[in-house]
């Protein structure tokens, strides 16, 4: 029987077609999304935000993927043509961009998640699955969609919506469900300010993940139709209310299985994206992304090994409690309790504390930093420091409420000619 079972959830599987949704900007956060899609953003240390999304298809044997973009597409082009440009097993394309057109039949600029699934029926429809499988490409989490395909095959649902508990100050930035004992959805409120929390747990509620499964035939009667198309171009704030009205939607609640693990981060502000990226340096991080058995691909740099260079009493190159990728050079500074991405170079006597460092910076001599997320390609000139003067960090760059402060290299050329204070 269990044999029999784990063969047609791999059928179930092999009809899948995943849709990767990922044109959105991400305005939360801020400079970090000036110039790429938030599923570009880097993320600890070697990844992608993308790559989350992307490898749980990969490692599920989900085989065909599309990956819907729009807004600020280069850099998320070139990482998906350069990092995952893999096949299926039958050597159909595994990953293929779906951008926005301005012409053909479905035209136009997408307006919203439903409205750019909508857009690309065609395509679709040329895949024949029996299954659509929707994810949002911006969050960070491990996950077998396996179970989850297997379920909504099983329940006869027309729909399923995977759900995790959240706290409810954290289901005010998702859409919010309400289930039945069968775990038939029979509300749905998004980003509501006031979440309802599950029966008998006041301080938690039951969030959509951005992870959908549809039937195919019914996805394409429902997109299509004229009247639900009347109502809106999103999934959270227009169909999925109508939908369990009057269709059978269930939820899939995302828990601990053979291949998941307890998190799931949405990381939409800079405070969430810090505090994600520090957990991965712990002696026990709560995210395990050296785990064989659910690798996390990632974009190879062809970067040279780490260096740490200079062992004195004076100037010492280290790195303490940090994760330190490829192409890092730090030459008698001292980084601790951070994040350095790929090709960072830290100059003498600079101090790097409780910070994420994205790919490509430059940073001089005797700069001090702390709980600073600085952004791609910056380059900071010598004596530079940041996070020990709020008040004039938030004259200059963007200062979270915790006092996380995001530095752009757009924004240290604004401000070029204001003075830095030194640290006390």
């Known amino acids: 029987m269990a044999v029999t079972a784990l063969i047609s959830a791999k059928t179930h599987v092999s009809r899948t077609l995943a849709l990767v949704l990922a044109g959105g900007r991400g305005s939360r956060l801020h400079g ?3 110039e790429r899609a938030k599923p570009a953003v880097p993320f600890g240390g070697k990844y992608r935000l993308i790559d989350f999304a992307l490898s749980n298809a990969l490692n599920s044997q989900v085989g065909k993927v599309g990956v819907l973009t ?7 082009n070139k990482h998906i043509e350069q990092g995952w440009n893999v096949c299926a097993a039958n050597g159909t394309a595994f990953v293929q961009m779906l951008p926005s057109q301005t012409s053909g039949t479905n035209g136009g600029y997408y307006t919203g998640t439903a409205d750019a699934i909508f857009k690309n029926l065609d395509f679709i429809r040329a895949q024949n699955p029996g299954y659509v499988l929707v994810l949002a490409g911006d969050h960070i989490y491990k996950m077998d969609y396996t179970p989850l395909i297997e379920c ?11 759900a995790v508990e959240t706290s409810l100050e954290e289901g005010k930035n998702f859409g919010v469900l309400s289930v039945d004992d069968q775990g038939t959805i029979v509300g749905f409120n998004e980003k509501p300010s006031k979440p309802e929390p599950i029966p008998g747990r006041s301080g938690t509620c039951l969030s959509s993940m951005g992870v959908y499964v549809f039937n195919f035939q019914y996805l394409v009667n429902v997109l299509a139709a004229e009247p639900m198309r009347t109502l809106g171009d999103d999934f959270g704030h227009d169909f999925i209310p109508r939908l369990i009205k009057e269709h059978r939607v269930m939820a899939y609640a995302y828990s601990r299985q053979s291949q998941e693990c ?13 505090q994600a990226n520090i957990e991965l ?13 659910w690798p996390i691909r990632a974009r190879s740099t062809q970067a040279p090994p780490a260096r740490f260079v200079f062992d004195s009493a004076e100037v010492c190159g280290a790195a303490v409690n940090s994760l330190i990728c490829d192409g890092c050079v730090i030459s008698g500074a001292l980084v601790k309790n951070s994040v350095l991405c790929n090709n960072v170079a830290v100059d003498e006597q600079s101090h ?3 910070s994420v460092i994205l790919p490509d910076c430059t940073i001089g001599k005797r700069c001090s930093l702390r709980r600073v997320l600085l952004d791609q390609d910056c380059v900071l000139p010598d004596g530079t420091v940041i996070g020990y003067n709020i008040m ?24 070029r000619s204001v003075p830095l204070s030194r640290a006390a």
């Open 32 to 34: 970090l999304t000036d």
């Open 70 to 76: 729009q807004y600020k597409p280069q850099s998320l």
């Open 152 to 162: 909504h095959v099983q329940s006869g649902a027309d729909m399923t919506i995977s």
């Open 262 to 274: 307890d998190y799931w981060r949405d990381v939409g502000t800079i405070d969430s994206f810090w």
């Open 281 to 293: 340096i712990g002696a026990r991080p709560p995210l395990d992304l050296g785990d064989s058995a």
């Open 352 to 354: 790097i504390i409780d």
């Open 392 to 415: 004039e960090d938030a004259r200059r760059f963007e200062v979270t409420a915790s006092h996380v402060v995001l530095v752009t290299q757009a924004m240290l050329d604004a401000e």
